[in-house]
């Protein structure tokens, strides 16, 4: 029988007074793959991505878009009036639009770029061996113009894509359904009157590159807080710091800007991420790769028959814009 003296009996000891918090939970970030003018993919896979993720967690992401928002698909318009509704559909999200080769192209083109006609003119001096093939545009301004600029408003004399077994769209960057979408003929002047002002501002706005101190991911070892640093075709082996304030800084004397444009020689981790860990998140290769913290994320490559995908952190869960989601 228990004593009913109170100095004698068993209590529960009182309840600490100041608990230590919780630590939040990670932060969701969000990596959007190439949309290439897909609005009607685009506006699929945001619903599934509202749709799969908490809705606290969804209002309050990072949602970084990888690059390569024009060209092969037909609404670049829509695709960009959209990405200029999120900040007021949305006011708890981040949104960071990396300038893939594509939009960088579009942005030199309609003059969103920063840089000097003399400058852009000694670049065409590096690929002049493919002007006429490429058919680079001679038109209205092309004199103060990047060469991106000019490659991507140009008409190519080849009709066939060897390499992706497809008819070019107008240009090397296919870039005919952009002027499309803006109500002008592909290789048109009148296209630089046809972008609203708005759409240049978001053009000229577009990032390289974008880091992050803290992002977590999910390993096989547990969950890992990395730094991020997303760009929209990778970085190359050597030199890193020099290759990320060049790319904050805008640096658009190069000719071609490997960081965005570049292939092979950007698709591997540099060495001197490895640690401490670093995630880096690209697009543009037109595959979906995910090696430990090297994550490439462009399934659709800009292609109708192809999904346009996302990985969402920590989980490294893929979601498309094809996924059947169950309804309640």
């Known amino acids: 029988m228990a004593s009913g003296n109170p100095e004698t009996a068993t209590s529960a000891p009182d309840p600490d007074p100041n608990p230590a918090a919780a630590p939040p939970p990670p932060r969701t970030v969000v990596c959007v793959g190439d949309v290439h003018g897909h609005f009607t993919k685009l506006r699929a896979l945001w619903a599934n991505l509202e749709s799969s993720i908490p809705p606290h967690a969804f ?11 024009c060209d092969r698909g037909p609404d670049t318009r829509r695709v960009i009036d959209f990405f200029l509704s999120l900040p007021s559909a949305y006011p708890g999200q981040t949104h960071v639009f990396l300038a893939g080769n594509h939009d960088f192209a579009f942005a030199a083109f309609v003059g969103a770029v920063p840089g000097d006609a003399a400058s852009f003119r000694e670049g065409w001096k590096v690929y002049e061996s493919y002007e ?14 990047h060469l991106q600029g000019r490659r991507w408003a140009g008409k190519i004399k080849a009709r066939f894509n060897e390499a992706k077994g497809t008819e070019y769209k107008g240009s090397i960057f296919d870039a005919a359904p952009t002027f499309e979408s803006y109500g002008v003929a592909h290789g048109s002047a009148d296209l630089i009157k ?5 759409h240049k501002k978001f053009l000229a706005n577009m990032v390289l590159v974008h880091e992050e101190d803290d992002v977590c ?56 991420l490895i640690e401490p860990p670093t995630i880096v998140v690209s697009g543009h290769h037109g595959k979906l790769h995910i090696q430990g913290l090297r994550l490439i994320i462009d399934e659709g490559g800009g292609y109708p028959d192809k999904p346009v995908a996302a990985v969402v952190l920590p989980s490294l869960k893929i979601i498309r814009d094809t996924d059947i989601l169950p309804t309640e």
């Not at 209002?59 to 928002?69: K, M, P, S, T």
């Not at 046809?194 to 708005?198: D, G, K, N, T, Y």
Request: charged share 30%; glycine share 10%.
């Open 59 to 69: 209002r309050a992401a990072l949602v970084i878009f990888l690059g390569d928002y």
């Open 132 to 145: 006429e093939s490429e058919g680079w545009y001679r038109g209205e301004g092309f004199e103060n113009m």
């Open 194 to 198: 046809a972008v609203p002002e708005e």
């Open 217 to 272: 991911i999910t390993t096989p070892e547990g969950t890992k807080h990395c730094r991020l640093i997303a760009v929209h075709a990778g970085l190359e082996g050597k030199d890193v710091g020099e290759q990320l304030r060049s790319l904050k800084a805008k640096d658009t004397w190069m000719a071609k800007i490997e960081a965005i444009a570049g292939r092979k020689n950007v698709w591997d981790i540099p060495e001197e």
